[in-house]
């Protein structure tokens, strides 16, 4: 695809190509690491892409061969957790993750080299996930100091099963890509020169597809999870849709013209 910048941020890469927006986190010297301010861009970029109505598909990605993203930057972690270059302390990627969740187009995690720790539940949170043939992934918050026990535990669970989850939490190993594969943690594995094509075309192939059937479809997959958030997620769609009819509409019209409702010719379907 041919890329082109749309905004420039300090940590990461926002471009877009044929109705699709790539967001990439652009620190390859930390193996892609997040620290506060990575997240705030990313969170920035994810808005962006929400609201563009040019876009029916993003991708998350990581800078160069070697890391997707290698989870929260452990140099800026303080006593009360990442600090940001203000002296705040932040766990912000958890904002972040919700909102890859509750956004209305389909977000595909492109997984070059390592997906590890807090990088790990980022591509977990995407809806699809296309791994290079060099992908890893793991979990490490056991032996660093940390754990994600939200998304990073439930979500993981419900993913590929709760005895492979906890193994992957309780013991802090690595998996290669066709192990990924074949616990249902990835889609599918390419090798590594084919990766953004291949994730590409994944996306060109969505955007054949109905975008408003795509929304309804990722709310009502997360809506359990997600709990009474998920279900409003689910449920505003709904509202969109009623908006869209002559009967929600006589509603507002008759509130507009000061005369009461006439619902009576809407049929009472069975
Ligand atoms: C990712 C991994 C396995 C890569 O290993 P390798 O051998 O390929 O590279 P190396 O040499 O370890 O790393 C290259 C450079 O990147 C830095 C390293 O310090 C090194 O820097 P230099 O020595 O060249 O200056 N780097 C890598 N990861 C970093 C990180 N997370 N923060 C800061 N610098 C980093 C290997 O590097 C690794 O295991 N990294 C640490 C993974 C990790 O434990 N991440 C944090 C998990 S906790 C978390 O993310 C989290 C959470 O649990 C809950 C909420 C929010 C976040």
Same mark, same amino acid.
């Given at each position: 695809a041919d890329w082109q910048s749309r905004h420039a941020y300090s940590d990461i890469r926002y471009e877009f190509a044929e109705g699709i927006a790539k967001i990439t986190i652009a620190r390859p010297q930390k193996r892609n690491a997040f620290r506060p301010e990575t997240v705030k861009e990313l969170i920035d970029a994810f808005h962006r892409a929400h609201h563009?109505?040019?876009?029916g598909a993003i991708i998350l990605a990581g800078e160069?061969?070697?890391? =997707?993203c290698s989870g929260g930057d452990q140099t800026v972690r303080g006593a009360e957790g990442y600090i940001d270059e203000g002296g705040t302390p932040h766990l912000n990627v958890l904002d972040l993750q919700m909102q890859i969740r509750r956004l209305p187009k389909p977000v595909v995690a492109m997984v070059a080299g390592y997906a590890i720790g807090g990088g790990h539940v980022l591509h977990l949170v995407c809806d699809l996930s296309i791994a290079a043939d060099n992908a890893r992934f793991g979990q490490t918050g056991p032996r660093v100091g940390s =754990?994600?026990?939200g998304l990073g535990a439930g979500l993981l669970a419900r993913t590929i099963g709760m005895k492979k989850a906890k193994e992957i939490w309780l013991l802090c190993r690595q998996y290669d890509a066709q192990q990924a594969l074949a616990m249902g943690l990835v889609n599918t594995v390419v090798p590594l020169a084919r990766l953004e094509e291949e994730t590409v075309q994944w996306c060109r192939e969505m955007l054949q597809l109905s975008p408003m059937a795509l929304r309804m479809i990722k709310a009502g997959f997360n809506a359990d999870t997600d709990g009474l958030a998920g279900i409003q997620e689910l449920a505003g769609n709904a509202t969109g849709l009623f908006y869209q009819t002559a009967e929600g509409q006589e509603g507002r019209n008759a509130w507009l013209e000061r005369r009461p409702p006439d619902f009576a010719k809407y049929r009472k379907r069975p």
């Amino acid at each position: 695809a041919d890329w082109q910048s749309r905004h420039a941020y300090s940590d990461i890469r926002y471009e877009f190509a044929e109705g699709i927006a790539k967001i990439t986190i652009a620190r390859p010297q930390k193996r892609n690491a997040f620290r506060p301010e990575t997240v705030k861009e990313l969170i920035d970029a994810f808005h962006r892409a929400h609201h563009d109505n040019e876009i029916g598909a993003i991708i998350l990605a990581g800078e160069g061969p070697d890391a =997707f993203c290698s989870g929260g930057d452990q140099t800026v972690r303080g006593a009360e957790g990442y600090i940001d270059e203000g002296g705040t302390p932040h766990l912000n990627v958890l904002d972040l993750q919700m909102q890859i969740r509750r956004l209305p187009k389909p977000v595909v995690a492109m997984v070059a080299g390592y997906a590890i720790g807090g990088g790990h539940v980022l591509h977990l949170v995407c809806d699809l996930s296309i791994a290079a043939d060099n992908a890893r992934f793991g979990q490490t918050g056991p032996r660093v100091g940390s =754990f994600d026990a939200g998304l990073g535990a439930g979500l993981l669970a419900r993913t590929i099963g709760m005895k492979k989850a906890k193994e992957i939490w309780l013991l802090c190993r690595q998996y290669d890509a066709q192990q990924a594969l074949a616990m249902g943690l990835v889609n599918t594995v390419v090798p590594l020169a084919r990766l953004e094509e291949e994730t590409v075309q994944w996306c060109r192939e969505m955007l054949q597809l109905s975008p408003m059937a795509l929304r309804m479809i990722k709310a009502g997959f997360n809506a359990d999870t997600d709990g009474l958030a998920g279900i409003q997620e689910l449920a505003g769609n709904a509202t969109g849709l009623f908006y869209q009819t002559a009967e929600g509409q006589e509603g507002r019209n008759a509130w507009l013209e000061r005369r009461p409702p006439d619902f009576a010719k809407y049929r009472k379907r069975p």
